[in-house]
């Protein structure tokens, strides 16, 4: 049927274009509001994206600030009880920062690997649970040797031996705070390390012990700790040498020197019994680095003895065989 009066064609203006569409002039009417209205969002849109944003600022600065503080704050209370009120923020928002983020790492590390353990650990046919509890144990002792104790250890040490350097008098102490100097300096230390005992820079025996114990367990952390020969070996080649360490140079020289000024140096013989006490460890440490060179000395000498001779030996030898004769007789 032809159109009426009261509907409108609509032709489009090139000729390639499809038929006309024909619609009512009430129902045009009716969509020009709708395409205005979806082009032009409502307020109410706009503002829960403004609000949504907000609230993403706040909770990336609660997390990264707020809560941070607050696990220091608590930390530094806790330690130093007599001192929080006179410190500042710095202090309890680094030590927070790095709890927290060695927690959310943590968390997010057990996490990818506990689905995987859940199957390891059903595929066990005897001693399950007894098994798993010594892998716990083991990993979780490696854990804080590894986290706590060595870098304490390296720090303490590492203090005791520049500090006293720097004093101007044996009576003048450095005073240091294990968690903040101590562990934090042996931490980044024990880091050092450890990157450069991974490229084979120093220590290329532990790099080889560790390459070993990577290989046994087939690139897998799963395997490592479910593991016990290789929990074994890491505590008696890795883990165990270096706590040894630590305990010959800071824990024997203080245990030695302390000893020693309660039981034998008078009291009368102050500058000794102080200067005893401060350089404890260098003494150690000296006796140990002189131990340690003598055999690599001895070594490179009767090496370059032996070089000597062998050179004497082949040029008494040439001397030997030389005959005027033949050698005029050539010329």
Known sequence: PEPGLG????VSDTMMSPPAVRLPVAAASAARPQEARWLRPPCWRL???VVLLILIVWGIMFLVLALPLAVGRTLVNYIWATQAKRLS???PLSLGVVVFSASILATVKISEALPALILHASSLQQNRFAHMMAC????AL????????????????LLNLVLPLKASSVFQVPIVFPVTDCWSLGLVLTKV??????????????????????TQVNGSATNLFLDLRAHARIWRRLLLPAMSGIVLHLVFPQVLARTLVLYCIPEEMILSRATLLMYCCHVVL??????AA????????????QRIFDDKYLVSTELQNYHPLEASADS
């Open 136 to 139: 716990t144990a083991s990993a």
């Open 294 to 305: 003598v055999p690599v000395v001895d070594a490179r000498l009767r090496e370059m003895r």
């Open 142 to 157: 490696a854990a804080v040797s590894s986290f706590v104790l060595i870098p304490l250890g390296l720090g303490t040490l």
């Open 193 to 214: 390390i450890w990157r450069l005992v991974q490229t084979d820079i120093v220590l290329h025996n532990l790099h080889v012990e560790f390459i070993s114990i990577w």
């Open 47 to 49: 503002a829960l994206v």
């Open 286 to 291: 000296g006796i140990r680095l002189w131990l």
């Open 7 to 10: 509907d409108i064609v609509v």
């Open 89 to 91: 923020d710095f202090l």
